[in-house]
């Protein structure tokens, strides 16, 4: 509440609008007193398990299932892969998408994009075409045929990855997606898949309980868990640290350092959903 209240504050002075008033008092002092009040740990999403990991690539893949969750479940895999937010993945322009393949080589071995926004900024990423099995290596190129279909001939001049879910779930609108209607349709996509004999490591509580945010630190943990090079996590999860900054000038050998961490998590055997 205080980091809001100094916001305000701050743009009243940019915007010449006066916040003050009884209110505004009090909303401070109450703010006061919740900082005093130290309160918990905020709650955070839970992590995705390599096994829910896997049921989401077995749902890109498999044919049957309605496009919409294909999709749906493709991008929070996305998310997972590339340890970014649903903002962070709207707000890539397909135009942004190229084929990554390593000096010298021949091989296509990943995606990388930069966003135009995000939670914080437009952030680069870049997502391995690693599956959880080798069976499942082409989710990604599947997941990006399914998009770019969508879009159709407008997919260059879309400033947005995904359109947003037709309210009967069947199709599409020309909206950009929404994350409350990829939620639902993940959601929606697990329960059929669990209902068809599938595994996807989940209660149904938990798949209720869903949360995206939970993509994002979901590698990024296991290769802390994994010991992997600080600067590679830290890369991964685009955070900030004033040590060793320099180095990140280069983006794609940046990149492929976390390129190589991704497949070092894919190839683990350690990767639990606790």
């Not at 294909?70 to 998408?97: E, F, M, N, W």
Request: with cysteine; glycine share 6%.
């Amino acid at each position: 509440p205080q980091t809001l209240l100094f916001a305000v504050d701050f743009f009243s002075k940019a915007f010449g609008f006066n916040p003050a008033g009884q209110e505004w008092n009090r909303a401070k002092r109450l703010a006061m007193r919740y900082k005093k009040s130290k309160p918990g740990l905020a709650n955070r999403a839970p992590l995705f398990g390599k096994e829910t990991l896997r049921s989401l690539e077995e749902i890109v893949l498999n044919d049957l299932f309605q496009t919409p969750f294909r999709i749906a479940a493709g991008k929070l895999r996305l998310c997972c892969q590339a340890s970014i937010r649903y903002d962070d993945l709207v707000h890539t322009p397909l135009s942004s998408l190229e084929w990554v393949r390593r000096k010298g080589g021949t091989t296509v071995v990943a995606v990388r994009a930069k966003s135009t926004q995000g939670k914080n900024k437009a952030r680069p990423w870049i997502a391995s075409l690693m599956g959880t099995r080798p069976e499942n290596d082409r989710w990604l190129c599947v997941l990006l045929e399914m998009v770019l279909d969508i879009h159709g001939s407008s997919w260059k001049a879309d400033d947005h990855f995904g359109k947003d879910v037709s309210r009967d779930y069947e199709g599409f609108t020309r909206k950009p997606a929404r994350l409350e209607s990829d939620v639902a349709s993940v959601k929606m996509a697990l329960r059929l898949y669990k209902k068809d004999g599938g595994e996807p490591a989940m209660t149904d509580r938990e798949i209720d309980l869903l949360r995206w945010h939970g993509g994002k630190a979901t590698l990024t943990s296991l290769m802390q868990h994994l010991e992997l090079d600080p600067k590679m996590i830290r890369l991964a999860g685009d955070w900030a640290a004033k040590e060793d900054a320099m180095p990140d000038t280069y983006l794609r050998e940046a990149q492929l350092m976390v390129l190589r961490g991704q497949e070092s998590c894919l190839r683990s055997e350690e990767h639990t959903s606790e």
